[in-house]
Each structure stands twice: as C-alpha cells, then as structure tokens.
C-alpha cells in the first residue's frame, strides 16, 4: 500500500478522525499509530469531503467539543492531511462491492478502493469488506 517515493496513503473515516481530533480512548491503538506516522509526515491522511462533511455533522450533534472551521483549516494547512473530493467514478464505483451498503460508507470504500490504499475506520460496514485492508 506504499507509495512512489515510500510515503503511504491511508483513507480515514469519520469516527476515526472525530476521535483523534477529540483526544478520545475510542480511538485504537493502531488507528493512532497511523496518525501518529502523519504526523511524522510518514504517511498522508487522505480525509474523503463526504468525512468532512459527516465531520461537521458529528460536531454538532456532539455539543461542537471542538471549532470545526479552525480544525478545517488546520486539515487544509497541515502536510500530513489530503482533503480529497469526490469524483463522478467514485459514484459509478458504488456497485462494485455490494457489502458496503450505506452511501457515505461507499464514497470512503471506494477511495480506499481507488487509492489502493487502507482505510482507518471501525464502522463493520467498512470492515466486512473483502475489498478494503482496514486498520483499526
């Protein structure tokens, strides 16, 4: 799952993200290993916009424990995060793995899938996948 010049991508989900924002214990041990390797700047953190977007949501729903505009825009300025958006193909991409049966969870399958690259998430829709290496 490396890339050219040795630098490893790795697709994170939603929770994942909130819960190493948030400093939770939720978060694995080997789901903080791959953060930790972006902060090494080891590893890019390739965040999906559809996790961004149910970011936002989990903040608010969480009574907003951090200010999502200043962690956006620590996303956007910091080197170990990608922010990738979300192409036409990732749509037609749906339909190739049928274990993933939730939208949101589909959009972040299929940039694994594409990137060819593992996807830092518990969610069991994710996890179930034969497609998708998984960490956590």
């Known amino acids: 799952m490396g890339e050219p010049g040795g630098v490893t991508r790795y697709v994170i ?3 994942a993200l909130f819960w190493y924002l948030t400093g939770s214990p939720r978060l694995s041990v080997a789901a903080r290993g791959v953060f930790d390797e972006g902060v090494a700047q080891s590893a890019i953190l390739v ?8 970011l936002f949501y989990l903040n608010e729903k969480a009574g907003r424990p951090f200010d999502f505009a200043a962690i956006f825009a620590r996303l956007q300025e910091s080197g ?12 037609v991409d749906f339909a190739s793995d049928d274990t993933v ?4 969870d589909r959009i972040i399958a299929g ?7 593992a996807c830092v998430s518990r969610d069991r ?3 179930e996948s034969p497609q998708i290496k998984v960490i956590w």
């Open 13 to 15: 989900d939603t929770h």
């Open 111 to 117: 940039v694994a899938r594409r990137l060819n690259a």
């Open 80 to 91: 170990q995060f990608e922010i990738l958006l979300l192409y036409a193909q990732d749509i």
């Open 125 to 127: 829709n994710i996890t």
């Open 47 to 54: 965040i999906p916009v559809i996790v961004l977007a149910e």
């Open 101 to 104: 049966t939730e939208m949101h």
